[in-house]
């Protein structure tokens, strides 16, 4: 059982560049997340998805933009690399409870090292 | 607006030393909250829940309301406990689901 998978783990990119993370998830699970770790800042929500084919802005989405194409996978795009994007990208997912109750736990990937130049 | 604020961004304690690492927040509802840990080059899990009432690792956490604060505690602290400790809250808002972590707290235990 691998849980939440980031691919690629590390990548440096120059300013301009585009890219895109991707995080696969095998728990079945109806929510997922990108989150961006900055040293002193924490984790600060980019986008998130409540279901296939559905996602939502969260604090920082600002340069990024995210697919979810099928349940299991959660894409997290940079069209133009900036290097106000170096960071430590970390994908989490969530199951949504019997009878829709919030189970609570995030089940996060090793994270995605990206650094742009 | 939601907010998880963790005051400090460093704690050192001595080994054997009891640990109280601060979490505050702002949540205009009934919030769940969690703490999240992460441990050197491993990925980062949940610790543990309010609502689970539960000690992991001897940690406990007692959600105060009426001061909005989840409070991490451990009465000693051993050197294995060195990690970054992130407080969280969930809940639904305006029929949006939010996730929000606070800044963190590097929790280094000397020995």
């Known amino acids: 059982n691998a849980g939440v998978t980031q691919?690629?783990?590390?990548?440096?990119l120059k300013t301009g560049q585009s890219m895109t993370l991707l995080c696969a998830q095998d728990m079945n699970h109806e929510y997922m997340y990108w989150y961006r770790q900055d040293p002193g800042m924490g984790l600060r929500l980019i986008h998130y998805s409540v279901g296939e084919g559905t996602t939502a802005k969260?604090?920082?989405?600002d340069g990024y933009n995210v697919s979810r194409l099928k349940k299991q996978n959660f894409l997290l795009g940079l069209e133009s690399a900036a290097p106000s994007q170096t960071s430590v990208y970390f994908c989490a997912s969530s199951s949504l409870g019997l009878a829709?109750?919030?189970t609570g736990e995030l089940f996060?990937?090793?994270?995605?090292?990206?650094?742009?130049? | 607006a939601q907010r998880v604020t963790q005051p400090e961004k460093l704690l050192s304690v001595f080994k054997g030393a009891p640990v109280e690492l601060k979490c505050n927040y702002s949540y205009s509802g009934s919030p769940e909250l969690f703490w999240y840990v992460q441990y050197s080059r491993q990925r980062l899990q949940l610790l543990l829940r309010h609502i689970s009432r539960e000690s992991i690792k001897g940690f406990t956490a007692d959600l105060n309301k009426g001061e909005t604060s989840f409070h991490l505690k451990k009465p000693f602290a051993q050197e294995e406990d060195s990690a970054m400790y992130y407080c969280a809250l969930?809940?639904?808002t305006s029929g949006t689901y939010k996730y929000i972590f606070g800044t963190g707290t590097r929790l280094k235990v000397l020995a």
């Open chain 2, 90 to 92: 969930s809940g639904f």
């Open chain 1, 58 to 61: 969260g604090e920082v989405p």
């Open chain 1, 108 to 117: 996060f990937g090793e994270g995605s090292r990206l650094t742009v130049l």
């Open chain 1, 7 to 12: 691919t690629p783990k590390f990548r440096v």
């Open chain 1, 100 to 102: 829709g109750v919030y």
